[in-house]
Each structure stands twice: as C-alpha cells, then as structure tokens.
C-alpha cells in the first residue's frame, strides 16, 4: 500500500513546483519507520524476555539461577536436559502425542461433513446447530468434570488415554465444524455448479471440486485442535494418574517431587513447549482463523 | 423438520412425499454423528450435574448419597466464599481481557506499519500465546515474580521495590499479570487482522485531505475496528473465565482464597472436598450464570460473523 501511494505522488505527471516535495516526504516517512520499528522491537523484546528467559535459565546449573543478580554470561551446561530426558518424560510424551493425534484425527473425521451439511449442502436450522455448537464451548468444564469423572470411575476408564481422547474430541469439536465451515464457504460456487452440470456423482465432486479447496482448511483445523489438546490440563490432571498422564501434568509433578528447581523446571518447560512453538510459529496464519472460529480469513 | 419444507422440496420435485423426507435425511447424516457425539459428552454430564446437585453425597463416605432437595443451592448462596470467588472471577475476567485488549491494539497499530524486521517482530510477539500454560504459570511463579531471585524484583531494585512477594502481597493481580502475557497476542492478532482488511483508499484519502492522524484513527480506523475487538473480548472471555491453569500453578487460588475463581474453587470442593453435591450446584449456579453472559455474547458473535461473511 506504502508502495501505491509513493507511486502515485511521484507519477511524472505532476507538476513540477512540486518536485522537491515527494524526496522530502519520502524521507520524513522513513525516519517515522525507523521510530515505529524501534516502538515494536522494544515491545516485542519486552514480550518475548520471560520466554528467553525460561531458554537462557535451563542452560544453567542450578546454583546460576539462584542469584540475586541474574547472570546473563555463563557457560552453559546440557546437565539439567540430561536430568529431564532422564526421569521419565517419555511416556509422558507418548501419551500427549496419542491423544493429540488421535483426538485430532476424530475431530476432523466428525467435523468435515458435519460442516459440510452446514455449508455447501446446508440442512434447515443450520444456524441452530451452529448456535449448539459455539454454546457448548461457553459451559464451564469444571460443572461437567464431576459426572464425568464419576463415569469415568464406573466405567474403569480413569486414568486411561481414551478417556482424554473422547474429552478432547469434544472440547475441540465446535472449533472444528466452525472452522471448516468458513472454508466450505470458500469454495466457489461456479465450480460446484459446472460440476453438478456435467453430471457428476456426489462423490466426484467431493473429491474433484471440493477437496482440493478445503485441503489447506482441514490442515489449519488440525493444528489449532493439536495445539489444544497438547496443552490441555485441566481434564489431565483430574482424570489421569500415572498410566495415562500427559506432560503438562509431567510439568506439576516435577515442582513436587523434586522441590522447586529453577534451571531444571525451566528445561522441563522449555522441552514442553518447544512442539507447539515452533508451529505456532511456521503456522501463523491459520492461528487466526481458528482463534475466531473462522470468522476472521 | 417443519412441515412446510417437504412440500416445497416435492412440489419443486414433484416427487413423492416420502422420498423427500428420504432426502431431507440425507441431507442431514452427515451432520449427525458430530451432533449425537457432542451431545452425549457435551450435554448429557451436565443434566448428570443437575441430578446431582440435589444430593448429599460425600466421594470419600460410600453410601452417603442421598436426596436433599435445594439444600445445596442455598448453601451455595449463603457460602461468602463462593461470592468472592465469583467476584474474583469477574475480575480476573475483565481485569485480563480489557488490559490484554487495549495493548493488543497499541501493538497491532505499531505491527500495522512497515518497519525493519517486521515479521520477527510479530513472531516473538505472538509466541507468550504458544507457550503451554502450565508451563507459562511456572515460569511467571519461579524465574519471573520469585521474591529474591525474580527478575521483575531485580528490575525494580533500583526503584526501592527489592524483596516484594508477588505471590501472596498481591495474588490475584500476579495471576492476571501472567494471563495478561499470555492472551495480549490474541488480541493483537484479531486486531492486526482488523486493521489489514481496512480499505486503504478511505484512508489515504482523508490523509491527503488534510485530516489529523489521530482523527483519522478516532474516526475511521476505531469504527472498522469495532466487530474485531468485541470479538476478541468474547473469545477472550470464553477461554479465560474458564482458566485454571494459572491459579493452580501459580498460587493454588491463597492466601486463602484470594486469588481462587470459581473454576478452581468448585474444583477444590470436588475433589479436594470430596463434596460432590455441594460442588455440582456451584456448577450449576455457574452455568446459568455462563448461559445468562453467554445469550449476549453468541448474538454478538453472530453479528460479526454475517458482517465477515457479507464482506467477503
């Protein structure tokens, strides 16, 4: 847009008494950028600093990050990942990525064609069911964790990963079929019409036609209801103990048992963290999206 | 199904009567097994929560359940805990959803112009939101607010504030203060998604009339922004009211029970307290409550989603 407006202010066409002008704004505008990008390194180091922090603290032996003026050049040391790695985390791991990958896998099986007959093909009182939807997100899980854990108990099914799997299906389910939703909308309608003139199947074109459309969607789907489930606590700790337990609950367990270790905890959380980072990073767009339901492209 | 519908689809058809129910079934399986699914674990614990909620009935004591009527809701109304945790749940709500929204605009306004290094910028900036909450909470309460060897202490040093303990001199503020960190990248990304879908003409061409930029933005910017940020202050509510990840981290809702909301503490009374009659009318309580907030907020969201879907 910058780009546009320079373009059309320095057009040959203007008048010439005017010629010193564009330089002189052109350069007022960039010392303006320099004074906004200072403005926005300073807030985005600000913001970022616990982060650093937290990466720069796991490094550390202990006796580092206990001091009273906080060290910032030290040798680092690999000791307190080799103290985490070393108690256990794995099956911790294991579990979060079960649950993660099969309650996505779920989610998407029962969220694209639910969103599908919501959009494209959509049944009467699709705004009730969309209503249905969104509405179960604002119920407070702690009035349902009660039955659910008593169920859960009568059924031998505590501290079992499927029991996680079912909950965090459900809890991702209404950002699903919202989410998928806004991309079946995407699909042009003169491509559905052109397909349904030449006579093809359902079927084809699902496919054919809509398929290819909706793909990137149904990705950007599965990342914001992977990143939920990965750190999903609530439901982990009260549900799981030890077979099925998942790493935020990896995380609280380590303050308790080990007492309040800074560098260690740091590198427990860092290692955590660090899966949904990095495509939080790489995915920053479709973070949006599903953040607002969709609503927002 | 009314019963309209189908005459219009056979008269359009001119098929018969029962073919057209056929079809309208068809139409709807495939929306089916999601709705059935999310009813039976949605909706069905909630009517379970009912149920119990009119029961005495002790997790620790086998056989103490039994039926008590409203006893437990008017114990709920008489318990001056469960008001100041529903206070400071209203608080922690607000407080972080208002703060978090008004820098998520200042920084979304700032990302909205080029500068060097922008993209980084917004990376670093949105990653507090990535980070796993748990895991958010514990670096706040240790490496962050610790009273000796916190950094935030040892940055106000200088300002005579040297051994201040965060955690229990101000709990709820230091909890709002790590749930602040965590959700101001939200905002700042719906708001920035604002601003880039503001047509730019309007705007240059107020420039080049002559307009102030704080009038243009007061004016012009403000007005578009509006649907995103009322959006971004519901979503924000919805997942923020229910946290509990912070409080259990950060100061299992002390001293006392100044920081707790109402997630930890019928949490608490759960399975802490075992009393699961007690516990579920809390719940219920918070769901009507919930269903009161929510009736606006869903009417709310509505609106911006037809005005997205007509822009688009």
């Known amino acids: 847009m910058m780009a546009r407006a320079e373009q059309i202010r320095t057009e040959p066409g203007l008048p010439t008494g005017a010629a010193g002008q564009p330089a002189r704004r052109r350069k007022r505008r960039r010392s303006n950028s320099t004074a906004w990008g200072i403005v926005g390194w300073f807030a985005a180091i600000l913001f970022f600093f616990p982060v650093l922090w937290m990466v720069l603290t796991s490094f550390k032996t202990e006796a580092q990050a206990y001091t009273n003026t906080p060290h910032v050049l030290f040798s680092p040391t690999l000791s307190q990942y080799k103290t985490v790695f070393s108690s256990g985390l794995w099956p911790y791991v294991a579990n979060s990525a079960f649950a993660t990958i099969v309650s996505t896998l779920l989610v998407l099986l029962l969220a694209t064609p639910c969103a599908f007959a919501l959009s494209l093909r959509a049944v009467k009182k699709t705004r009730d069911v969309l209503f249905f939807f969104i509405s179960t997100k604002m119920l407070p899980v702690v009035a349902a964790i009660i039955p659910i854990y008593i169920a859960a108990r009568d059924l031998h099914m505590l501290d079992n990963i499927f029991t996680l799997v079912i909950l965090y299906t459900a809890m991702n389910l209404p950002i699903a079929v919202w989410m998928m939703r806004s991309f079946f909308l995407e699909v042009p309608g003169e491509l559905l019409e052109a397909a349904q003139m030449d006579g093809a199947p359902l079927r084809r074109t699902l496919t054919e036609v809509i398929l290819p459309v909706v793909a990137p969607g149904i990705a950007a789907t599965a990342l914001i209801c992977s990143i939920f489930s990965w750190n999903e606590f609530f439901f982990a700790v009260n549900i799981t103990a030890t077979e099925a337990a998942t790493v935020p609950v990896f995380l609280v367990g380590f303050i308790s048992s080990e007492g309040l270790y800074f560098a260690q905890l740091a590198a427990a959380a860092t290692v955590a963290t660090l899966p949904v980072v990095l495509v939080g990073w790489v995915a920053q767009r479709q973070l949006v999206r599903g953040l607002s339901f969709g609503a927002i492209k | ?312």
């Open chain 2, 1 to 312: 199904m009314t019963a309209l519908a189908p005459t219009v689809t056979t008269a359009r058809r001119a098929r018969p009567r029962p073919d057209a129910r056929r079809q309208g079934w068809i139409r709807r399986a495939p929306l089916l097994p999601a709705l059935v699914f999310a009813i039976i674990v949605t909706q069905l614990p909630f009517l379970v929560t009912l149920y119990y909620s009119l029961e005495s009935w002790s997790l620790v004591r086998p056989g103490s359940q039994h039926f008590v009527g409203l006893t437990n809701y008017l114990d709920v109304f008489k318990d001056s805990q469960f008001r100041q945790t529903a206070i400071n749940t209203v608080i922690m709500t607000g407080g972080t959803v208002i703060v978090a929204m008004v820098i998520g605009v200042a920084l979304a306004l700032v990302l909205d112009r080029k500068f060097l290094g922008r993209g980084i910028v917004r990376t670093l900036l949105i990653t507090p939101f990535l980070i796993m909450p748990v895991g958010a909470a514990l670096l706040w309460k240790t490496t962050m607010l610790d009273s000796t060897f916190g950094i935030v202490n040892f940055v106000l040093r200088p300002f005579g504030i040297g051994h201040f303990d965060w955690l229990s001199r101000l709990p709820l503020e230091s909890v709002m203060i790590e749930m602040i960190w965590q959700w101001t990248p939200f905002m700042m990304l719906l708001v920035l998604a604002g601003l880039q879908s503001q047509p730019k003409d309007i705007l240059e061409a107020a420039s080049c009339d002559g307009a102030k930029p704080l009038a243009i933005f007061r004016e012009l910017t403000l007005p578009h922004l509006r649907r995103f940020i009322e959006l971004g202050v519901v979503l924000g509510a919805i997942y923020v009211v229910n946290n509990f990840d912070a409080v259990y981290m950060m100061t299992q809702g002390g001293p006392g029970i100044s920081s707790a909301n109402l997630p930890y503490y019928i949490y608490q009374r759960a399975f802490l307290g075992f009393q699961v009659g007690q516990a579920a009318a809390m719940g219920v309580v918070v769901v009507v409550a919930t269903i009161i907030v929510a009736t606006f907020a869903l009417r709310l969201i509505f609106k911006t989603f037809s005005g997205t879907e007509q822009a688009a």
